[in-house]
Structure formats: structure tokens, C-alpha cells
């Protein structure tokens, strides 16, 4: 019974999954349906950031940041380089503890579980590191298929048939025989991507999925994300630079900077942000609330006195 | 005063350091339950560490053996007594060079191996995203290859000296002309089985324990660059040698 319960449950999300990236009809219409429906649904928010502190060393990452994300959407966090949005991924899967202040997700707060409560949450959890992160000494059919050997004793037939639709879902059926060391960049990220949705999570975290991706794999990975998340239902929380890419399938954006939240809202809400800072950071301006040159004494000054430093 | 600061922060980074090892040494200590439903790590961590090894443990044994042997019969020739070259060349392998050179090898060769695999994992996210699948990487990394390696070492140990045995025979009585007879009957009424060789084993099952540590705790805690990966292989390497001629010294002075 229990087999079989496992069996329908995930079943079921992966023949969505697939008829919407073979492009029938009624898959299609959910997609754009999806694209323009946006709703805040910050009041049911999966995971609570709050009062969020933590230093590397003597710098200070986070100072106080406080933000949701909401249940059943994709929501994007930007921010500039060295912000701190990858280890703000980590601290919501539990890998780094706060220095102050909480990170919930789904009710439980994730730096007070005991190790087997933090892994039982993990396996609702998926991530998508930057690199992949697959096992190099396995093929890719064997990387999808990790968890589900480490976590269940489903017969091999059941594992096997699980794992090729997912590799179906995001398109390498035909490259589950390769090694990571086989594969490009984008490959890899499918057949992460693919590992992370093996055990049905309820929530995807995403780190710059797009970074370093040409056009044809970028476009994938965009549907993918998107289809994948209003197929299955799940949570999809994403780190990317890439803004256009990441803005086009995000329900809901969060900046931040310095360690504290500059602006949230949608995308739309952001494109007309009266915030001059925001407006820089989404328009990519070179100078403006941060500055082009870091604070220094006074060129010309500096130029005439002779010193050599 | 600079100075005195730089001093204490060195040791305390030290003994922090320290602190993490053995924190780390009990959690993957505790993991050894784990091996059971996954002996075929175990299996596959023996053959990278062990069989991978045999080749150069074998070459250096029948080495080291000849070399003894030579060694052995220009010293013993002069008094007399090149009739206990087998003797001479068994008591040196078993209690002292077998041990003492097979756990300097397997440092170079499987331990900075170790280290390396297990720092690239670290660099390539691969730690943090068995973390993130709900799997422990000491029960499916760390456990594996530090019990392959602490079984591994005693049993490399004692083929090198087998080997060495050999080819002191093939030097000391092929070539120089020792009594074939007396080469293996000094052997054997010499040798003794529990004084001799499982001391010399005892010897090799603590060198596999602290040179694995050592391998898989610096693979863990290095930095996750290129530049921080050779840089904690080369800790492996250098760390285990004195580990392994300092605990020889100390273990030859409780046992023997």
C-alpha cells in the first residue's frame, strides 16, 4: 500500500510535468495562465526570515533581515555580489546557524532542530547548488536515482521507472548512461535539477541557476523552473544575477543589500519602484546611490601631494 | 606585544583546530554502524585505498628487502655470522621497516588521495549537497574510507615485509651465496609470532588509524579552492610521515 500510495502521488505531478514541456495544449495554457496570475500570498509564507544576523569573520552578512516567501510561488532574491544570498540558502536549509534571529520554514525553525528532524525537513527540501553538486563517481541515472536508494527500499523496477520520468521531465532520458564529467554546464543542471525533484519536495531552492549558461540552456532551465514549479505545486526560492531571465518567471522579488531588505514586491511593482536604489540596481547603472567610486580622498588631491600611496 | 598576540592567536587556532579534529574523529567513529547496510562502500573504499596501493607497497617490499640483505651480509660477514642474515632481514621488516615504510607510503599515495577526493568533493558542493538530500557524509564519505584505511594499512604492511622477505632471500642466497637452509631456519626460530609480528601489526592498525584521520579530516576542512585543496594535501602527506616515525618511536619504546 504504501508503494503504491508513493507510486500515484508522484506520478501524477510528473505526467503534468512532462506534458507541459512537450507542449500540449491544456499544460500551455496552465503556463501562461501562471505567468500573468499573480497573487500575494504573503500571508501563508513558507519560509519567515526574521531578524536575521550573522557574521563571516568580523563582517557583518546579515543585520537584521526580515522577509517571507510565500507558498506555491517563484520567488527570486537579488542583491549585489557578496551579499550573501547563497548563504542565506544555506542558512534556510540548515547548513549555517543564525548568529540572531530566526529562519522558519514551514512552521520549524530550522536552527533548533535536532539533526534528525533537520533531515527529515531536508528531504522536503531540494537544492540546486550552482555547480550541480551531482556525485562524480556516478552516472547520472545513479545520481538521480541517490536518494531514493538512500532514503526507501522501493524495488529497483519502481526506482528505475521514477527516475526516467524525472530524466524525461527535464529532458536527458538519453544521457542517463553519462558521468557529470560527461556533461556541459546546463546538462548538469538538468540532472541536478532532476535529483532535486526526485523525493517530491514541497520547496526548490535554486543557486544562479542560469549563471554561465548559453541562450538554448538558459531558455530550458527557465521553463523548467517554471513549468515544474506550477506543475508539481511546489515553492520555488531562486538566487540569480541574471535579472531579466530571473524577473520573467518570479511571482515575487526580494533585494537585498548591505544585510537588509531594500524593497519586495512583484516584478511589476519593482520595474516602477520609486526607490532610487532600486531603480539603479535593476537598470544596471554604473553610478548612482552606489557609487562608482568607493569612498577616497580627494583625487585631484591626492594626484598633486607627491605621496607615493 | 604584536608579537605576543600573533603568538597566543597561533596557538589558539591550533588547539581550535585541534578541537575539530577529534570532534570529527568521534562523530565518524560514531558512524561505524552505518557499514553494515553499506558494506559495499566499505568494499569499494578498500579497493581505492588498498589493492590501488599494493602495487607500490610490493615493489618497495622486494626493494627494501634486497637492500637489507646486502646491507645485512657486509655487516655480518665480518664476524663471522652471515648464516643469521635471515634473522637479520625478518626481525628489521616485521617490527620496524614494514610498519614504518608501508604507513609512509600509503600517506603519499592513498592519504593524499583521500584528501584531495574528499577536498574536491568539498570545493565541487558535493558535501553540501549530500547534506541537503538528508544524507550524512560521515556515515556515506568519511566512515567508509576511514575504516578501509585502517584495515587496509595492517595488511599492506604485512605483505611488504613478506615481499622483503623474498627478496632478501633472492639477494642474500641467490646471489650472495648464503646457506638457503640457514636463511629460513634462523628465520623462523627467531621470529616470534605474537612478540614479533602482531607488534609490527599493532604497529601498522595504529598508523592506518591516525594517517586515515588525518587524510579525511584535512580533506574536510580545507579551504574549497584549488590553491586550499594542494595545500591540505600536502598537510596529509607531511602530517602523517612525522605522525608515523614519531608513534613508531613511541611504540617501539612501549612494546619492545
Redesign the interface.
Known sequence: MRVTGFWRRWSWGYVDAIETLAGTDGAKSLFMNSMSDKTNVVDDPLVCVRDLHFTRGSKPIFRGLDFDVPRGQVTTILGPSGTGKTTLL?MI?G?LKPLRGTVSVDGQDVARLSRRDL??L??R???L???G????DLSVFENVA??LR??TSLPESLISHLVLMRLHAVGLRGARDLYPAELSGGMARRA?LA?ALV?DPMMIMYDEPFTGQDPISMGVLLTLIRTVNQALGLTSLMVSHDLAEALSISDYVVIISEGVVVETGTPDELKNSESAWTRQFLSGSPDGPVPFQLSAPDYAEELLSGDRR | MDFVARFGRFWLDVLERLGRAHLFLARTLGAIGSLIPRFGLLVRQLHAVGVMTLSIVLVSGLFVGMVLALQGYYLLEGFGAEAALGQAVALTLVRELGPVVTGLLFAGRAGSAMTAEIGLMKA???L?????????PFK?VYAPRFFAGFLALPMLAAMFSAVGVVGGYLVGVEVLGVDAGAYWSNMQSSVAFLDDVVQGLIKACVFGFVVSWIAIFEGTDCIPTSEGVSAATTRTVVYSSLAVLGLDFVLTAIMF
Open positions: 544555506k536549509g547548513q533531515y527529515a531536508r528531504k527540501m531540494g537544492m547548488f550552482q555547480s553538486a551531482l556525485l562524480t541517490f536518494p538512500e532514503h541536478a535529483r523525493f | 565541487t558542493e558535493q553540501s549537497g549530500l547534506e541537503m538530500m538528508a544524507v550524512d556515506r
